[in-house]
């Protein structure tokens, strides 16, 4: 599982230099157990249940409350309009909780900050873990959005993902979301050995054709650390090459796009209206808050990370501090550079900054990665081609 990143230490009482969230702010919950691990995975989630005591399946929502009470000690709000705009459930495999333990976490957010009137609350949900009752519940708890792990259509490209789940699965669990008037995205993988361009076009017209209000593409990355990374090392898999993704990529774009989804993130295309509210406050670098073990936040410049594992969390909260592991406060320079790296990623991209090298654009502008004429009217947006670069292009302008 990749480390954490290195930073400073983070005072036990978890007191920020500037707590002030009076304009509101996102939440993200982890859930960090599933029932299998996917032999591509490398997020922090764990297939042992039960590490002891707030560490477990059914005792976690309580390291988590107490992770909420901590950080109500710790924000400081002038006046009293409810804060959360969105509240996200990621893992791990979210709905490994039930219906009533992920509604018990979700009434402790809104008796501790308010949930704004018309917040998006989504959670992320493996096909094979709900059910139309579990999803009514869900929705009967005020969850607004469903995000589903499709990955493929493809029996084999599941396959090899190691999913546990069959296409007719997610068609189930789509049908029965929108029953319960839940927004509706699916992930899609791109890359994954053995894939051909017709089995890629295959899943993005199946995802399509399930009529979810938002799809995101990832290209699959192979990590050193699991499964995949194993087998690739010893040659029983083949690496997925960049330059074939690209064009998975490319076509994956050209369908969306022809189907009335409109790209407005690099991995991300929706439905006019039915963009991820939540996803878009991390690219906007807005203030969350990140609940649970290996979590990250960011409040008003300064980033900190939880740590990882389930037990040391837990034991940390029980013992009244932070289970922070460290943080990193931002100087304007680096906050500025991190805006252009995260609002680059967005259709309308950026405002070219004032220190932002003239030469530099021009040459990003000449390799056909920024669009001309936007940049002519002061914004940087990315080409297609610049999409895929997007790294590049954010290096390239770095002072
Ligand atoms: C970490 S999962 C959590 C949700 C849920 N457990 C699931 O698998 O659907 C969120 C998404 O991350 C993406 N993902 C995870 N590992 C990836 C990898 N190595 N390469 C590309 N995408 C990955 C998958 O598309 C997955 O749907
Ligand atoms: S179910 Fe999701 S989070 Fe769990 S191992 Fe698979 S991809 Fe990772």
Redesign the pocket.
């Known amino acids: 599982m990749a480390d954490l990143p290195e930073g400073e230490a983070v005072p036990a009482d978890g007191s920020l230099p500037d707590p002030d969230v009076s304009k509101g702010f996102s939440a993200y919950v982890h859930i960090p157990f599933?029932a299998v691990r996917?032999g591509?995975?490398?997020?922090n989630?764990y297939t042992n249940l039960d590490f002891g005591p707030g560490a477990s399946v059914s005792g976690f929502p309580d390291s988590l409350r107490r992770e909420i009470a901590l950080s109500q000690h710790v924000l400081r709000v002038r006046g009293s309009a409810p804060l959360l705009r969105t509240v996200f459930f990621?893992?791990?495999?979210?709905t490994m909780m039930n219906p009533a333990q992920l509604a018990g976490i979700l009434r402790t957010l809104h008796a501790s900050f308010g949930i704004a009137p018309g917040a998006e609350i989504t959670t992320?949900?493996?096909?094979e873990s709900v059910t139309r009752e579990s999803l009514r519940e869900l929705a009967h708890a005020g969850f607004t959005r469903i995000?589903?792990?499709?990955?493929s259509a493809v029996p084999h490209v599941l396959h090899t993902l190691e999913?546990r789940h069959t296409p007719g699965q997610v068609t189930a669990a789509v049908h029965w979301a929108r029953e319960c008037g839940l927004d509706v995205s699916v992930?899609?993988?791109y890359g994954t050995p053995g894939e051909s361009a017709a089995d890629w076009e295959t899943s993005v017209q199946a995802a399509i054709a399930l009529g979810p209000d938002h799809i995101?593409a990832?290209?699959?990355?192979?990590?050193p650390g699991?499964a995949?990374g194993a087998k690739v090392r010893r040659g029983e898999l083949r690496m997925p090459d960049p330059d074939e993704q690209a064009e998975r990529y490319e076509q994956a774009s050209r369908i969306l796009e022809g189907a009335g989804y409109r790209w407005y993130e690099i991995s991300n295309w929706a439905q006019p209206g039915h963009e991820c509210r939540h996803n878009l406050a991390y690219w906007h670098n807005e203030n969350w808050w990140g609940y649970g073990p290996g979590a990250h936040s960011h409040i008003n410049g300064t980033r900190f990370w939880n740590v990882k594992h389930p037990l040391a969390y837990a034991r940390a909260l029980d013992r009244g501090r932070t289970p922070a592991a460290a943080r990193e406060i931002l100087n304007l320079t680096e906050r500025e550079e991190e805006a252009v790296m995260l609002g680059i990623r967005l259709r309308d991209g950026i405002a070219i900054p004032a220190w932002a090298d003239k030469r530099a654009v021009a040459a990003l502008i000449a390799d056909g990665l920024v669009d001309a004429s936007r940049a002519l009217r002061g914004r940087l947006v990315l080409t297609l081609r610049g999409r895929l670069l997007a790294d590049a292009v954010t290096r390239a302008l770095m002072p």
């Open positions: 599933c996917c591509y995975c490398d997020f989630t990621g893992g791990g495999t979210p992320e949900a493996n096909p995000s589903f792990g499709m990955q999913r992930d899609l993988i995101s990832y290209a699959l990355t192979v990590e699991t995949m």
